[in-house]
RNA sequence: GCCCGGGUGGCGAAACGGGUAGACGCGAGGGACUUAAAAUCCCUUUCCCGCAAGGGAGUCCCAGUUCGAGUCUGGGCCCGGGCACCA
């Protein structure tokens, strides 16, 4: 006879009903404030924080809710752990996305966003999240994007922000600047066009400055590896030398009249250097020639007057290309300058041409052409008929190995020698590259330098949905920096926000709004009409979070203090490299500039992986896109989410599959079941309450790695054994296991925590105590094998050893026919494996 | 081309620092309970040979290390993602 701790209507034998149980939970926590965070008091904080969503039309994506529910699940274990949780949430409204989509239905993004945000909390709420609401910002919001004004204010102060005149990759359909990050093989990100080049005024931010703090702290951030791989990459860093080649008869005269050097009127000439970068100063006798980029300043210089057309229709042609195809098309060309550059290794002239593959942006925008060791020199040498000289040899002594003649270029660096070098012949790759540079740095020839692939931050806009940059240009005082106390410099509400061809923000159509006196002198004054990047209001918002009732800081020195760093971030690897690197860029200039004690945000980032759907990512134009509030409709919110950790390795992503959905439903149901029914007669079966140890014990290594899969499994495993051949279960049996799943299923959690009897919160009743003498086994299967082998199992005590394992395989005429005559070795693992070698 | 992931049943996936490959779930087949269904519970489900007991093979492929390899080493193939004329 089972007693059953709380009456069910008859009519409902299961009584689980997920939409009025969530319900009631969700409105609950609201009522008692459960989700609440208390900032100034709590003890052991711990911020787990998630990337913010971009609130789209479409709706909360599934993609969102898994890497959310992923987030929430930490969070909520960690508060069961004791700390006290932090779990703010907010919306990254700003961006050409929004504008975009509002252009498209003819809606102002204004009035857009709020509706959009309006659903996304009420999708977010259904997904049982333990948000604190109170703390919610949006990037759009004038007491949110002040702040970041005012950050662009302190990067201007520091020497970090900067205008200048730059070839950008500029988007002719959304009609507006990309970063080098928004270009992908040459075509726009978000609509796919053609990017071509243009020449605009625009800000950027130093983030150079702090390339090599930036790469170094990677060695010790507890991150996952592939998205500090993803940086490592992006940041780029290549150990080389700047050489000096001395252009040949050419002198570069300086005009300059002056009495230091010599009688007056004199004019000074000093010898012309094209410097280069090259992270292979060891094949310097190889260089046969120089290539400057197109756009390199001292084209014009060099270049003889026999050249002077060709050069310069060549300079014509390249401009005209976009920065894109220039790039894609790999095929060689090039203009010869009419000039020689001297060799600083052999002595010899060399050509200096011009050619396409020679990038401005990196290195120096001029290289030594070393044909024989270079695929790209190779190529160019051979279409020009230049010469190729080999200066390294192959490992062997084979002939072919060092034969001068090369049919293709030689890149081997590893057990490879020097030849042709003079009195360097015979060395290694890295040993000739620090004596070279040595060598060449004695003549003044050359240094050792450090080149990054990184480039500084392109943060101007030429659109309307941003915060405008607080600049004023001043006709008398140029550019004057808006005084903090004038922020924030409001995005005025304009009907025609459509960007147009000009090069400038739809915010320069808007005299009425630009139109300002100087700060500094109170004359004539014009706004800066550019607003800024996205990722500038994305690169602090988790500043904020804790901050967000105070209107006067843009975060408080002390909850800052308490908060921050982030205890845990996780998000989508697609910002491995520009969020997750920018927010650590700002993070670092606040420290520098001592508004923060750290200069690395976030102590522990995981990037989950992707859900797909039949094999495929998930798009509209696919039609594969699940919609969560359906699911949520019909298995409950608690079954969704559930189902989501349980469809693969967190970290991995998986495959979104309908059918399996039912088996996290029947799991849930079973738990109900058990839990309802659970007899308090009686004590627990102590094989149950071995296996519900075990489980403790899994699911609390499980959680904390993100092992959410496994996790689950085990947890399923445990209501298998409770519930096996129809038992009853008892209270002590199944009660720890309510505390355990409440992080995957919150609600239901909480409704069987009541219904066994419990005031509080499930979330406020810690977590259950793993016993490792309960979780003990009292035999152990011991795996015997012979030669390797499998050939059985025998059951010993736990905590047998070598003697009683093998007289009880060889007690087993199934193992003891395999293992005839004396063992030539027994390996022994405990509790685990015999190997009888005969 | 370079840098990250990853290749395991019909499917999604497990497997602690080498130690019973396939836990858990889906799907499929059979059974119990039921007037019936749902739910629940029990059994089977990698492949091959065999009535069975049992035996053999098996984690993308080829070598190797080891008493023992999904796991480690070398080489190769395939898939996903990122970067790419970066000197």
Redesign the pocket.
């Known amino acids: 006879m089972t007693e059953s701790i709380h009456q069910t209507p008859a009519q409902e034998p299961?009584g689980y009903d997920p939409a009025a149980i969530e319900r009631k939970w969700q409105d609950r926590w609201e009522e008692r404030g459960t989700n609440h965070t208390d900032l100034a008091a709590g003890a052991r904080p711990f911020y787990a924080l998630m990337m913010f969503p971009y609130p789209s039309a479409e709706g909360l994506h599934v993609g969102n809710l898994f890497a959310f529910t992923g987030n929430d699940i930490y969070g909520r274990f960690q508060r069961l752990q004791g700390h006290t949780v932090f779990e703010p949430l907010g919306f990254d409204a700003f961006g050409i996305h929004s504008e975009n989509f509002a252009l498209k239905v003819g809606t102002h993004p204004a009035d857009l966003i709020p509706r959009n945000i309006d659903n996304f909390r009420r999708q977010l709420k259904r997904a049982g999240l333990m948000v604190d609401w109170r703390h919610e910002l949006s990037t759009t919001d004038p007491a949110y994007y002040k702040w970041t004004q005012w950050l662009f204010l302190q990067l201007y102060k520091r020497g970090l922000a900067y205008k200048r005149r730059a070839a950008v990759n500029w988007c002719p359909n959304d009609k507006t600047v990309l970063a080098?990050?928004q270009v992908?093989?040459g075509e726009c990100e978000r609509c796919g066009a053609k990017v071509e080049q243009r020449f605009l005024e625009q800000w950027f931010f130093r983030i150079t400055d702090y390339a090599g703090r930036l790469l170094d702290n990677l060695s010790w951030l507890d991150w996952s590896?592939?998205t500090k791989?993803?940086q490592r990459?992006w940041i780029?860093r290549?150990d080389?030398a700047e050489v000096a080649f001395r252009v040949q008869d050419l002198e570069e005269f300086t005009g300059t009249a002056t009495i230091a050097s010599g009688a007056s009127g004199e004019f000074v000439s000093e010898p012309l250097d094209i410097r280069v970068?090259?992270?292979?100063p060891d094949t310097i006798f190889g260089a046969t020639y120089l290539v400057l980029?197109p756009e390199h300043p001292l084209v014009d210089a060099v270049t003889t007057d026999e050249q002077r057309e060709a050069i310069a229709e060549y300079k014509r042609a390249s401009a005209a290309q976009d920065l894109v195809s220039?790039?894609v098309?790999?095929?060689?060309t090039g203009v010869f300058t009419g000039s020689f550059a001297v060799n600083p290794a052999t002595g010899h002239p060399i050509p200096i041409w011009i050619a396409?593959?020679?990038?401005m942006e990196?290195?120096t925008?001029a290289?030594m052409a070393v044909p024989g060791h270079?695929e790209?020199d190779f190529e160019f040498a051979k279409l020009f008929d230049l010469p190729i000289v080999r200066v390294v040899a192959g490992p062997s002594t084979q002939p072919a190995d060092s034969s001068p003649v090369l049919d293709e270029p030689f890149l081997e660096t590893d057990n490879v020698r020097l030849m042709n070098s003079g009195e360097f012949n015979g060395l290694g790759v890295m040993t000739a590259k620090q004596r070279i540079v040595d060598w060449l740095a004695q003549h003044g020839h050359a240094r050792g330098v450090v080149n990054y692939?990184l480039h500084d931050w392109c943060i101007s806009r030429q659109r309307y949905w941003g915060p405008p940059i607080p600049i004023i240009y001043c006709e008398k005082c140029g550019t004057v920096p808006v005084p903090e106390s004038d922020l924030p410099v409001e995005l005025p509400y304009v009907e025609d926000f459509k960007p147009d061809d000009t090069g400038t923000s739809p915010l320069a159509r808007v005299e009425s709004w630009y139109r300002v006196t100087c700060p500094s002198c109170g004359g004539v004054g014009r706004r800066e009409t550019d607003v800024s990047d996205t990722f500038l209001d994305s690169a602090w918002y988790f500043l904020r979070y804790p901050s967000t009732d105070y209107d006067d800081v843009p975060f408080d020195r002390e909850l800052t203090k308490r908060w921050l760093p982030v205890n845990s971030y996780i998000g989508g690897?697609e910002h491995a490299v520009l969020h997750l690197l920018y927010s650590r860029f700002i993070t670092m200039v606040l420290h520098d500039a001592g508004q923060v004690g750290f200069e690395e945000p976030y102590r522990k980032f995981r990037a989950h992986g992707m859900i797909i759907r039949e094999g495929a990512?998930m798009s509209k134009s696919r039609g594969n896109v699940v919609n969560p509030d359906e699911y949520v409709d019909r298995w409950g919110a608690d079954t969704f989410r559930t189902y989501l950790m349980f469809?693969?390795?967190y970290e991995?992503g998986?495959?979104f599959?309908d059918?399996?959905i039912?088996?996290?439903r029947?799991?849930l149901?079973?738990l109900w079941s058990s839990v309802i029914e659970a007899t308090t007669s009686g004590s627990p079966d102590p094989l149950v309450v071995r296996k519900l140890h075990q489980t403790i014990r899994k699911v609390s290594d499980d959680v904390p790695a993100l092992?959410y899969?496994?996790a689950i499994?085990a947890m399923?495993?445990c209501i298998?054994v409770i519930?096996?051949?129809?038992r009853t279960a008892h209270r002590a049996e199944v009660e720890p296991l309510v505390q355990l799943i409440a992080p995957f299923a919150p609600h239901v959690a909480e409704e069987l925590w009541e219904r066994l009897g419990h005031r509080e919160s499930v979330f406020d009743a810690g977590w259950p105590v793993f016993d490792p003498a309960l979780a003990a086994e009292d035999l152990a299967?011991i795996?015997v094998?012979v030669?390797?082998k499998?050939?059985g199992?025998v059951q010993v005590p736990s905590g047998s050893g070598q003697d009683v394992a093998l007289e009880a395989a060889m007690a087993d005429s199934?193992i003891a026919k395999f293992a005839v005559g004396t063992p030539k070795?027994v390996?022994f693992?405990p509790g685990?494996?015999l190997?009888i070698?005969v």
Request: hydrophobic share 25%; charged share 30%.
């Open positions: 299961a080098n990050e992908i093989a590896e592939s791989q993803a990459n780029g290549s080389g970068f090259t992270t292979r980029a220039r790039k098309s790999k095929e060689k396409d593959y020679v990038l990196y290195g925008g290289i270079d790209r692939r690897n990512k469809l693969g390795p991995e998986g495959d599959r059918q399996s039912a088996g996290v029947r799991f149901d079973r092992s899969n496994t499994a399923m495993e298998n519930r096996r051949g129809e299967t795996v094998q030669n390797g499998m050939r199992t199934g070795k390996i693992v685990r494996l190997n070698v």
